[in-house]
């Protein structure tokens, strides 16, 4: 295990005890401690010291390892995320204590979906995450992808007068959706920057067909009610189109 510090917060001790290397390698300023078991387990708990006379206890991670290699995969996100919440240096140079090969940033419909969205405040947010990775993790390899197609919705309410003596009003509410253009001008704007940076990008909105191509996913169940979101199948068919064009550049190579 890998747990993420401040330079200035104590290391944690592990109970089953563990083996404990501190401060194997830092950026800015977070250090990483390594914590090894030699045998597995499936559960550990991690305490600070009783006597803690640190002027911090800042804590911003942990990652698991196997210790048995191959192909790591971290999966990195919180619902309403979008990349001005990641743009941020503190942030990338925790990333890079991952030391990841490639990096696949995988994001757009939050920043657009937005009546007053404006595309200068996007492409600004979206260079300075581009700058930072390229500055700190000059090694790493980035793959963009486009938001999938979206829709704005909009709520209704009438009343319904119903009854013998139509003394009973009955609350209907109706829900329209709007397509959001938005998603399509972003996916354009990524596709753009990615050419002009000369860096990898998946275009996932037109892979999924664009505005015609949608109504084939709701038909099928794979997007949510609220239009925004995707069921478990559809996130999953994303993944595989994602998935089938890394394969289809890694045999190109």
Known sequence: MHLVRTASSL????FPLAELRT???STGAYVVDTISWRSPYTSVTLTGAEENDADEAVY??????SGKGGVLVHDIGINGAAYRHYALADYVEQL?????????LSMGTNDCYSARFQMADFTESLEQMLMLVKEILPKTKILLTTPPPSFFRQASTHYVVTGRRRKHRKKVT????RFNENAARVSEEIMRRAELHGIAAFDLFS?????????SWIAD??????????????????????TSALERALTLR
């Open 11 to 14: 290391p944690l001790t592990a």
């Open 23 to 25: 401060g194997r390698f």
């Open 60 to 65: 911003a991670g942990c990652v698991l390892l």
């Open 96 to 104: 890079s204590l991952l030391e990841p090969q490639l990096l696949i």
């Open 174 to 177: 109706t829900m329209t959706y």
């Open 207 to 215: 892979a999924m067909g664009g505005q015609s191509g949608i109504n």
């Open 221 to 242: 169940g794979l997007m949510a009610g609220d239009r925004v979101h995707y069921s478990r199948d559809g996130y999953e068919r994303q993944g595989r189109l994602i």
